[in-house]
C-alpha cells in the first residue's frame, strides 16, 4: 500500500523567508505541472486505458508540448538556486540520488553540455507550439504533406458528443511542425526511433526535476516553515 506524509507548513514564517520562499512555491508548481502532464501523458500512452484510439496520438501529442512548456519554465528556477549561495547550499544536504538529479538539469542551464540540446527539443516547442499557432509554420507543414502522395490525405470526425470529436488533420500537421521543423528529424532517418530519443531525453529530465524538487522541497519546508 502506497504511504503518504503531510506536512503542514506555516505561511508567516515561509513568507519571512523574502524572495526565496517564492523560488520554492514556484519549484512546487512546476513540479505539480511536470508530474500531472507526466501522468496524463503515461495515461494516453497506456495499451490498456479505455482511450478512444482516434484522440489518443493527439492527446499524447498535447501532453509533451505540455511537458516541454512546464520544463521550459522550471529550468529558470534550478538556475535561480545555482545562483542563490544559500539555496545551493541546500542542494548539497540533500541525498546523492537528489544531487545528480540537480546536476542533470543543471547540464541544461546556459553553457551547460546539454545547453543547445535543451533549446531546440525542449524550448523550441515551448515557444512555437505549446501555447502558441504559427502561421509560418503551419504554412510550411501543410506545404510539405500537401505535396507528398503519401501524406496529401488526412480527416477529420464529428460525432454525436465533443468527446467523439477529432480533428487529425491538425494532429498530423503538429507532428510535422514538431517532427520535421523543430526537431529537425532527416526523411531518411528512422522517424520512431528518432523520436524516442528525443522525448526520453525530455521525460529523463521531467523524472530529474521530480526527483530533485521532491526531497528539496520537503527538506527546505521542514527546516524553515513547518508547523
Wanted: with cysteine.
Amino acid at each position: 500500500m502506497a504511504r503518504r506524509a503531510i506536512t503542514f507548513v506555516d505561511l508567516t514564517r515561509l513568507q519571512a523567508l523574502g524572495e526565496r520562499a517564492s523560488v520554492i512555491i514556484r519549484l512546487m508548481m512546476a513540479g505539480n505541472d511536470i508530474a500531472l502532464a507526466n501522468q496524463c501523458l503515461g495515461y494516453y500512452k497506456a495499451k490498456e486505458s479505455q482511450v478512444n484510439n482516434d484522440i489518443r496520438h493527439g492527446a499524447e501529442l498535447y501532453f509533451v508540448k505540455m511537458q516541454c512548456g512546464h520544463l521550459n519554465e522550471a529550468i529558470k528556477l534550478i538556475e535561480e538556486i545555482d545562483n542563490d549561495k544559500y539555496l545551493l547550499e541546500r542542494v548539497e544536504r540533500c541525498s546523492k540520488f537528489a544531487i545528480d538529479a540537480f546536476a542533470k538539469l543543471k547540464k541544461c542551464l546556459r553553457g551547460g553540455s546539454d545547453e543547445r540540446k535543451f533549446a531546440q527539443y525542449i524550448g523550441q516547442i515551448r515557444h512555437n507550439t505549446a501555447f502558441h499557432y504559427s502561421n509560418e509554420l503551419v504554412g510550411r507543414a501543410l506545404a510539405d504533406r500537401a505535396g507528398r502522395p503519401e501524406s496529401r490525405l488526412s480527416k477529420i470526425t464529428a460525432g454525436d458528443n465533443i468527446s467523439l470529436w477529432r480533428l487529425h488533420l491538425a494532429d498530423d500537421i503538429l507532428e510535422s511542425i514538431v517532427l520535421r521543423q523543430i526537431w529537425k528529424i532527416p526523411r531518411a532517418a528512422n522517424l520512431q526511433h528518432e523520436a524516442d530519443n528525443i522525448t526520453a531525453f525530455g521525460g529523463d529530465l521531467c523524472v530529474a526535476f521530480l526527483n530533485f524538487s521532491g526531497e528539496y522541497i520537503f527538506r527546505f519546508v521542514k527546516e524553515h516553515a513547518a508547523y
